[in-house]
């Protein structure tokens, strides 16, 4: 799938080429089946699929916590497997697990992921302060991430992945199990960030959240990319009303649509 | 300091403040144990052991204390660590860093050495203050407990990634590295033990690194120093050798 092809020549790399990639596991499940994609620079990007899909397993691919069976990646022009160092140095990733280490303390984590991107000692401390106070957890700083509230250490994974100043943000359903004014005060945070340059790819199942933020979205399922586009150029080709339709037919679950229910409702008054 | 340098120091970092943060049960709790067997196999019971190797019993016990503290130690510090981690999917973080798999490997089992150096140390400087403690081969006795943790801080490693369960961490010290360490000679000589127990100790490794460390303090041993000290080379070397090609394969660590 190439975006570029419609567009005039862009002489930035892309923030994200994946070039047929498939991630088989030792135990035979091939949960990437020759996946294509390609993020621009600057560009806003959404992953939509149903569970299970090959969402989290193609981020892992690109992050280097998964090993491509075969095909390539490219960061900003750099293979992920081959070139790591400054592939990985180029991606900020929050994950969908709050996978912070209880040990540590709030500033500690921010502080030490800094250390391993590479970040000087005065660096990692300015960065600190500012992502604490933009995230609101500077009464928190010295908190042990195991005491936070789920919302709070959303929050952290997210300044996490912001804290060695990434080119490209992957937020792997950055908002699951949050609550009204966190998921919107995070909408808000990373529209800015997007705003500011960088990159961003996101999986969610919110599909209010994919229309509102991204302004390509691709569908994901059984390992394969099935489609991709706008949210409006995918609800026409779906020949369907909405992204929701859209996305319903692709996971073959038409029934379930808003629309569909509506008019049995009426047919049967 | 370079950008690979801070990454290095960072990884090391965390690791040891893993441990420096619960120090009741990661310093303290093994300094205790340490003392108890002092008093117990030195005052309680020396008395009636009488001498060993023209030592009192108390001096000649204290080495292998010393040494099982640092391998204890260092294992226990890298395998739980890394399996904590792991359980929590905080590994994710250093995994999806620029960090190179050299740079992964050498910070978590400096985490464990350095404990285990730490608490070493400690015991060392209390036991000297009480009882006269020789030093009798220092450039035998730095090469082989540098060895000796190096080896147990490898070995945590290579048990901690390779582990699902706490459970697999627990019977490796349990039943495999405790009964090793207890056999290999800490709280007797091994030319004591009635056959076949004699020659079947010949075949623990354990044995040869308490004599090492016993003949870097003490100045005796009925082993060929300079084989063993190679022997433990190699296969210290082996170990590392191992885990780093783990590391570089990804396996158990990446998905």
Same mark, same amino acid.
């Given at each position: 799938m190439s975006s570029s092809s419609a567009n005039p020549p862009d002489p930035s790399p892309p923030a994200l080429e994946i070039t047929d990639l498939v991630k088989r596991y030792p135990t035979g499940v091939e949960a990437l089946k020759g996946v294509s994609l390609e993020i621009a620079d600057g560009e806003f990007f959404g992953l939509l699929g149903p569970n299970g899909a090959g969402k989290s397993t193609l981020i892992h691919c690109s992050t280097g916590l998964a090993s491509p069976t075969s095909g390539e990646i490219r960061v900003f022009g750099h293979d992920a497997v081959g070139d790591y160092r400054q592939a990985r140095e180029a991606v900020g990733l929050a994950p969908q697990?709050? /996978?912070?280490?209880?040990?540590?303390t709030v500033e500690e984590t921010l502080d030490f992921h800094g250390g391993y991107f590479g970040m000087g000692k005065k660096d990692r401390k300015e960065r600190v302060d500012e992502l604490l106070e933009s995230f609101s957890l500077v009464d928190k700083r /010295?908190?042990?991430?195991?005491?936070? !509230?789920g919302g709070m250490k959303r929050r952290v994974i997210l300044a996490r992945a912001l804290m060695h100043r990434p080119r490209l943000l992957i937020l792997d359903e950055p908002t699951a199990g949050v609550d009204v004014e966190l998921r919107l005060e995070l909408w808000h945070y990373v529209q800015q960030v997007n705003s500011e340059g960088t990159s961003i790819l996101l999986t969610t199942h919110y599909l209010e959240e994919a229309e509102q933020l991204c302004s390509r979205i691709a569908f994901i399922n059984g390992g394969e990319i099935v489609d991709h586009g706008s949210s409006d150029e995918l609800a026409e080709r779906f020949g369907v009303g909405s992204l929701e339709d859209a996305y319903l037919e692709l996971v073959g679950r038409k029934e379930l649509s808003r629309a569909h229910v509506g008019i049995e409702a009426e047919d049967g008054q | 300091m370079s950008p690979s340098m801070v990454r290095l120091v960072s990884l090391t970092r965390r690791e040891v403040s893993r441990f420096l943060k619960i120090p009741r049960q990661t310093v303290g709790a093994p300094l205790l144990e340490t003392f108890l067997y002092i008093s117990i196999f030195g005052a309680a019971l020396g008395s009636r052991v009488g001498d060993l190797h023209g030592y009192e019993y108390i001096v000649f016990v204290v080495p292998g204390l010393i040494m099982m503290a640092f391998a204890i130690n260092a294992f226990t510090n890298n395998s739980s660590s890394i399996l904590q981690q792991k359980f929590q999917g905080a590994i994710d973080d250093q995994l999806s860093s620029p960090a190179s798999p050299g740079q992964l490997l050498l910070a978590f089992t400096l985490g464990g050495f350095l404990r285990g150096l730490l608490i070493s140390v400690v015991t060392f400087l209390v036991a000297s203050l009480l009882i006269d403690l020789p030093v009798k081969h220092f450039y035998i006795l730095i090469p082989a407990l540098f060895l000796v943790g190096w080896f147990f801080a490898s070995l945590g490693v290579l048990v901690g990634v390779r582990a699902e369960q706490f459970d697999d961490v627990s019977f490796a010290q349990t039943f495999i590295l405790q009964p090793l360490i207890f056999l290999g000679g800490v709280f007797y !000589?091994? !030319?004591?033990?009635?056959e076949p127990y004699e020659t079947l100790t010949h075949f623990n490794p354990v044995y040869y690194m308490i004599s090492l460390v016993r003949y870097g303090f003490l100045g005796v041993a009925d082993i060929s120093v300079w084989l063993s000290l190679a022997l433990l080379t190699a296969a210290t070397a082996a170990l590392t050798f191992a885990n780093y090609r783990m590391f570089k394969s990804g396996y158990k660590l990446r998905r």
């Open positions: 697990e709050l /996978n912070i280490d209880w040990f540590l /010295n908190d042990r991430t195991r005491d936070l !509230s | !000589s091994a !030319s004591l033990l009635p």
